[in-house]
């Protein structure tokens, strides 16, 4: 008989698959992201993203607690302004939604890793991710406020500020802003590769900032380029970058490997609001098993070569994995 090998035998049983696993998914891997919404008081369910929250701030410390409690090591703030305006002055006041947030999460937990998302397109009425004129993003002019915003969220407390405007030049621009002011520890995790994607569609309901105008296609990447996100990733970590983030996550997993092999830093991915709302809508209807699908999904990430993920299903996974120890 002609010889061949036995690849089932390591399958035989529940206890020798998890001996031979190759990669699995541990609560420190997750990073949870958080909306604070500057005014509300208690919180408010995102009709697109079930189990998503918008937070006031009262409300925003209990969810800390609640996060904590689950060992999860870190938040990603985004805030959501009561004021907008053409130079998003809120986002960058001392006393701004996300500022205040960041406070309020050191005080509850300092040891919280407090990860801030850095952008303009909340706080304009453009929703753009930089400075409009003339109905363009401009892109050195917008630096200059991306470098503000940054900083304000250091002088909150924040440990690491992740910039997703996707102006050139804004990781330089942030790093010299944080030396410059005294925050050399303060780490910048980089939206390095950020594609103009779909599936960020729940989230521009959940975060008031879809475009007025336009797409965000003249700053964020063609979905269809991997050697392009390469060039960005050594971009960013040229100019300072300590981390990088492939975004989104599900369906840019090759983007994900191509860039873990370039760099010497930690990579995240982030699991994006449409990759979250699809697995949502699709349990709802009974047409897949919720948690199966989202442990397949989480464990492909680490396959791909993601040293964390940021998703919308962190709590539920670290209760997950709670239960299965
Ligand atoms: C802001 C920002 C976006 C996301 C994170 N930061 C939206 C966008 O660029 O349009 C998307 C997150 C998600 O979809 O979960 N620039």
Known sequence: ??????HRRLR????????????????????????????????EEISAMPGVYHFGLDAFRREVAEVSELGIPALLLFGIPLEKDELSHSAYDE??????????????NPDLVVI????????????????????????????????????????????????????????????????ENGWTDVAILSYAVKYASAF??????????????????????????????????????????????????LSYMDVT????????VPVATYNVSGEYSMVKAAAARGWIDERAVVEE????????GADFIITYYAKDMARWLRERA
Not at 1 to 6: L, W
Not at 257 to 264: H, K, L, P, Q, T
């Open 12 to 43: 035989a049983s529940a206890n020798l698959r998890r001996m031979v696993r190759e990669h699995r998914v541990a609560v420190d891997d997750l990073v949870y992201p958080v909306f604070v919404q500057e005014g509300l008081r208690g919180k």
């Open 116 to 179: 801030t998302d850095v952008c303009l397109c909340q706080y304009n009425p453009a929703g753009h991710c930089g400075i409009v004129r003339d109905g363009k993003i401009v892109n050195d002019e917008s630096l200059d406020l991306i470098a503000q915003t940054a900083l304000s969220h250091a002088q909150a407390g924040a440990d690491v500020v992740a910039p997703s405007d996707m102006m050139d030049g804004r990781v330089a621009a942030i790093r010299d802003r944080l030396d």
């Open 257 to 264: 490997r191509a860039v873990r092999e370039v760099c010497d």
């Open 200 to 249: 960020y569609g729940p989230f521009r309901e959940a975060a008031h900032s879809a475009p007025a105008f336009g797409d965000r296609k003249t700053y964020q990447m063609d979905p269809a380029n991997v050697r392009e996100a390469v060039k960005e990733a050594l971009t960013d970590l040229e100019e300072g970058a300590d981390m990088l983030m492939v975004k989104p996550a």
């Open 95 to 108: 006393h701004g939604v996300v500022q205040e947030a960041v406070r309020a999460a050191k005080e509850e």
């Open 1 to 6: 008989m002609t010889a061949f090998r036995r």
């Open 297 to 304: 999904m989480l464990t492909s990430f680490k396959r791909a």
